[in-house]
């Protein structure tokens, strides 16, 4: 499989009446042609960031890039001015976002909007168009599609609504799905039913899919490779097995061990990771996760660490830890 | 197998079952039809609607046009009879019949509240549309110009303006369409930053919709609810300048064309013997204000609900 995104040591800062906020800190991505990866971390950890900045959607004048590259098929995404980056786009890269409710136009219809995306790149005809779209609603699970394109979002519930948000996201057939929390907004069964369609658009194609979630059930579910994010930084990155199997980062441990397993030891408890990420305001200095860190080594973790492969981890599997987890945690074992 | 896997297979990906088909109903469309069931706003179209019937038709309603003084005579130096059979609204200072007189007027007001939002509203809207996308220095110089505009009292600027370019309808509706362009500059702009920040303008400008469709097609048209409703206040404001540069002396100068301000201007000497003179124009000029302003009320509950969901 070949390389399709490249993303290596991004930086983004947002100047803000408070100062600059340093939102992402040096992020390595990779991503092969069909493949799905995840990006986890807790809120505000900047996934979305990364993301709107692979697009060049950061918010303008507030949001930029200080560093770093964005290769998609070995061309810089960065430097591209905003027609060009129309062209990549929609057709090449393509995103779905957190909460659908808000994410469609109330005063265009369905149809309106998925022709929109269509005409504008590869549809220019209007009634070809139109016949693409119904076939994209087709496509993405919404029954009686032609009487539907006709609709305004506000006839449509929030699981309708993301699978429309899919269609518009896919209809150029991008090589790139960026999917932003695309179920958090939603409700559970809706959750499933939308990862089930993104799983199922990526195996009918070779799109790639970055999924960014803080939901590590998401993650197990449908990605292969797994980062986590921690502060602006990847903080552990592998295969997902891997990664569920043997945490070698002590956030991730902290991570998996807070989330309810059904059928585990009823008495063990959950345990928290002590603390609150760190304000990104500051530029980081060291460890960004060593106030929190069960196994801070004052000695070492004054230093920032890079993504390193640990002793006895599987292959690809890196942490950013000096003093990694040395051996899978009871908790964190998968039965 | 984690929670959410276990469920993405056993829900798998069958699509939900039908939901009923809805005919396809507009946001506009449901507006109207909120509108439609909103008591005090009909009964305003209903005023705005008879005004607009009578300005259209007030040839063939009025009983005598509205320059002819041919009653002077009969006044037989009294002023001024009061209404009777011959003369539902009485008679003039001049001997011109009130009733034509007011019919006329309703088509000089409406002319001037109609023409001067018009005006108002093609430059604000291009004002507050250019400073609301495109920001940074653009944003700045227009606003600055709109904060001058707006540091003068409205009133006292379209006195001045109408001094400035001289007497005459066209003068004053340019006059309060100028007046009102910062206003709908100032508010489009507001609205305009509130939808730029929306996710469905990120999310349109994520999948390459051009730029001129986010202005037009996606921006422009979820930022006009305000405005609208501002529009049709301002119809009812117009036509209070208007009759209030009348009353001013700063009416439109020629008197075959009836203006309600200039009307009332000309009663003070009369209020005593003959107050009609001064009540019934007035009348006229409360209750098109009256309608426009019931209007404009009912709007702004029937379309800004619905646009924050």
Redesign the interface.
Known sequence: MTTLLEVRDLHVQFRTQRGVTHAVNGIDLTLRRGETVGLVGESGCGKSVTALAI?G?L?A?AGRVTGGYVLLEGRDLLPLD?TDL??????EV??V?Q?P?????????IGQ?LT??LR??VLPNRRQARRRAMELLTMV????AA??L???P??F?G??RQRV?VA??V??EPKLLIADEPTTALD??I???I???L??LVADSDMALLLITH????V???CKQTNVMYAGRIAETGATGDLFAKPRHPYTVGLLRSIPR?GGARKTALVPIPGAPPSLTARPVGCPFAPRCPRRVDELCWRLPEPEPVPGAALGQLAACFNPVPQPEPTASRP | MSLSEAQAESVGAAPPAAGPVHPPTGLWRDAWGRLRHNRSAVVGAAIIGLFVLIAVFAPLLAPEPPSSATFLERLGGRCCPGPSAAHWFGIDELGRDELSRILYGARTSLLIAVVSVSVGLTFGLLLGALAGYLRGIADTVVMRFVDILLAFPSFLFAIGLVALLGPGLVQIMVAIGVVNIPVFARLLRGSMLAVRESDYVLAARSVGVPPHRILLVHMLPNALSPVIVAATLAMATAIIEAAGLGFLGLGNPDPSVPEWGTMLANTPRFLQSAPHLAILPGVAIVLSVLGFNLVGDGLREAIDPKLRT
């Open positions: 697009l959607l918010p004048p905003e129309r062209q990549v786009r929609g057709s393509a995103m976002f909460d409710m808000t994410s469609l136009n109330p005063v265009m219809t909007q929109e995306v504008a790149h699970g919404i029954p009686s009487s539907r006709d609709d305004y506000h006839q519930s699981g309708m948000m518009m996201a209809a150029c559970v069964t959750q499933a039913q990862l089930a369609l799983r199922r939901d590590l059930g998401v197990a579910g449908i059904l």
